[in-house]
């Protein structure tokens, strides 16, 4: 017979019950702050070049997928790129972008905080986005994280005490990629902008043929170097969109998004 050690360290998954002990994003712009509690404020490989990477998106609700994207991310970078990883962030878009099924704003920031803050050591939520009064242009997000991290903070300290400009890089699936083709959808001249001045990881999705769009996309094509295609090793086909249907239906969604954010969703009484 066993008995139970209640000072035991809690494993991965009860830890994941818990509410995250840090300071949590704001429901209001003028109380925003930037989170930084895991962002390097160091280069550890003088001969890298930092790299934070943000992941555009209505998360509603975040699921395993939005969180395996980020580590297949982190993969392609150490095997193939010169590029550090310092931090990476969810942005959830405002309550001001019209898409069906999209749960406010806070409670988008919140089911982020709760799904990373007690599973990563290097992921983020940044509430900026959502907080705005109007929907913002995803260029215009990758130009707050820069200002953020290289104007107001200075980018990061190398080994000698100077300072390094650190790259900012749209984290995005292959669908995001093939909506650029959807007439009106996004300015040239911020498809210039994203993919020029910061660039793309791309991670391939089920049925979609980003190597066959980036050929024939001219922006894209004209920017392949800065664009960096990641091949789903293991195919992971779950959605929002999928998960919102099963709540709606009163099906399980466990397994498929982490258990403190299916509490969230149930104590919130959200997508029925």
Same mark, same amino acid.
Not at 34 to 41: A, D, E, M, Q, V
Not at 87 to 116: F, I, N, Q, W
Not at 209 to 220: A, E, Q, R
Not at 247 to 259: D, F, H, T
């Given at each position: 017979?066993?008995?139970?050690?209640?000072?035991?360290?809690?494993?991965?998954?009860?830890?994941?019950?818990?509410?995250?002990?840090?300071? *949590?994003?704001?429901?209001?712009?003028?109380?925003?702050?930037?989170?930084?509690? $895991?962002?390097?404020? $160091?280069?550890?490989?003088?001969?890298? &070049?930092?790299?934070?990477?943000?992941?555009?998106?209505?998360?509603?609700?975040?699921?395993?997928? @939005? *969180?395996?994207?980020?580590?297949?991310?982190?993969?392609?970078?150490?095997?193939?790129?010169?590029?550090?990883?310092?931090?990476?962030?969810?942005?959830?878009?405002?309550? @001001?972008?019209?898409?069906?099924? =999209?749960?406010?704003?806070?409670?988008?920031?919140?089911?982020?905080?709760?799904? %990373?803050? $007690?599973?990563?050591?290097?992921?983020?939520?940044?509430?900026? &986005?959502?907080?705005?009064?109007?929907?913002?242009?995803?260029?215009?997000?990758?130009?707050?994280?820069?200002?953020? %991290?290289?104007?107001?903070?200075?980018?990061?300290?190398?080994?000698?005490?100077?300072?390094?400009?650190?790259?900012?890089?749209? =984290?995005?699936?292959?669908?995001?990629?093939?909506?650029?083709? +959807?007439?009106?959808?996004? *300015?040239?001249?911020?498809?210039? @902008?994203?993919?020029?001045?910061?660039? +793309?990881?791309?991670? &391939? $999705?089920?049925?979609?043929?980003?190597?066959?769009?980036?050929?024939? @996309?001219?922006?894209?094509?004209?920017?392949?170097?800065?664009?960096? +295609?990641?091949?789903? =090793?293991?195919?992971?086909?779950?959605?929002?969109?999928?998960?919102?249907?099963? +709540?709606?239906?009163?099906?399980?969604?466990?397994?498929?998004?982490?258990?403190?954010?299916?509490?969230?969703?149930?104590?919130?009484?959200?997508?029925?």
């Amino acid at each position: 017979m066993t008995t139970s050690n209640k000072n035991a360290s809690p494993s991965v998954t009860e830890r994941e019950e818990d509410d995250p002990i840090i300071k *949590l994003q704001p429901s209001r712009l003028e109380d925003y702050f930037f989170p930084t509690h $895991r962002l390097k404020s $160091r280069l550890e490989d003088n001969t890298k &070049e930092p790299l934070v990477i943000v992941a555009c998106g209505s998360f509603s609700p975040i699921t395993y997928l @939005h *969180l395996r994207i980020f580590e297949m991310a982190k993969d392609y970078i150490i095997d193939n790129t010169h590029f550090e990883i310092i931090g990476g962030y969810y942005s959830p878009v405002s309550d @001001h972008y019209t898409k069906e099924g =999209l749960a406010p704003s806070h409670h988008r920031v919140r089911m982020c905080e709760l799904a %990373v803050e $007690r599973t990563s050591q290097w992921l983020m939520v940044d509430a900026w &986005e959502s907080l705005q009064a109007e929907y913002t242009q995803t260029a215009l997000v990758m130009d707050h994280f820069n200002e953020e %991290v290289n104007t107001k903070r200075g980018g990061v300290t190398i080994a000698d005490g100077e300072t390094r400009k650190v790259k900012i890089m749209l =984290l995005a699936g292959g669908d995001l990629i093939e909506s650029f083709k +959807v007439p009106k959808l996004w *300015l040239d001249e911020d498809l210039h @902008h994203i993919l020029g001045d910061y660039g +793309v990881l791309i991670v &391939e $999705r089920t049925g979609a043929d980003v190597w066959g769009f980036l050929l024939s @996309h001219d922006i894209l094509y004209q920017h392949r170097k800065n664009v960096y +295609v990641i091949k789903q =090793l293991i195919y992971n086909d779950i959605s929002s969109t999928k998960v919102r249907l099963f +709540v709606k239906r009163g099906m399980s969604i466990k397994y498929l998004l982490p258990n403190a954010v299916i509490k969230y969703i149930q104590a919130n009484g959200l997508y029925k």
